[in-house]
């Protein structure tokens, strides 16, 4: 399987910052951009992985992987904190199973890379932030 746009991104996630102490933050977990961000990240990862003429734009995920650590940074959070979040096999997972359900709610069948194609073409169409994670191949 190849590496997935976040697998090969979190890296620049780790990248050592200095962050305000946190008053009262809501758990990383639960913080709904960060959460719809990397969900869109996901998604992007999955069609990649399922539709052989569609790619993943590694380095414009880098880029929206590397402004997502600087706002969670801004909003408080510490580096330690991003880095749990993003490494937590029980956050992949979680995460992994909303694009799946997100991507079966729009039509996508495992095994069947007409539908994940199909979706990903609607995706860069409306220039959304999973169609400009990825590219048409050719």
């Given at each position: 399987m190849t590496r997935s746009?976040?697998?090969?991104?979190?890296?620049?996630l780790f990248?050592?910052?200095?962050?305000?102490?946190?008053?009262?933050?809501?758990?990383?977990?639960?913080?709904?951009?960060?959460?719809?961000t990397l969900l869109q990240g996901f998604i992007a990862d999955r069609i990649d992985d399922n539709c052989d003429s569609i790619s993943a734009r590694k380095l414009r995920a880098?880029?929206?992987?590397?402004?997502?650590?600087?706002?969670?940074?801004e909003k408080g959070y510490?580096?330690?904190?991003?880095k749990?979040?993003?490494?937590?096999?029980?956050?992949?997972?979680?995460?992994k199973a909303l694009a799946?359900?997100?991507?079966?709610?729009?039509?996508?069948?495992d095994g069947v890379q007409a539908g994940y194609c199909k979706i990903g073409q609607e995706e860069i169409?409306?220039?959304s932030l999973i169609g400009q994670l990825l590219r048409f191949d050719g």
């Open positions: 746009i976040l697998s090969a991104a979190l890296f620049a990248i050592p910052a200095l962050a305000a102490p946190a008053l009262a933050l809501e758990p990383i977990n639960t913080e709904k951009h960060i959460n719809e880098l880029s929206e992987l590397n402004s997502l650590r600087n706002y969670a940074l510490s580096s330690q904190a991003v749990a979040f993003v490494t937590s096999k029980t956050e992949k997972a979680r995460a799946a359900d997100w991507l079966r709610g729009r039509g996508a069948v169409a409306k220039d």
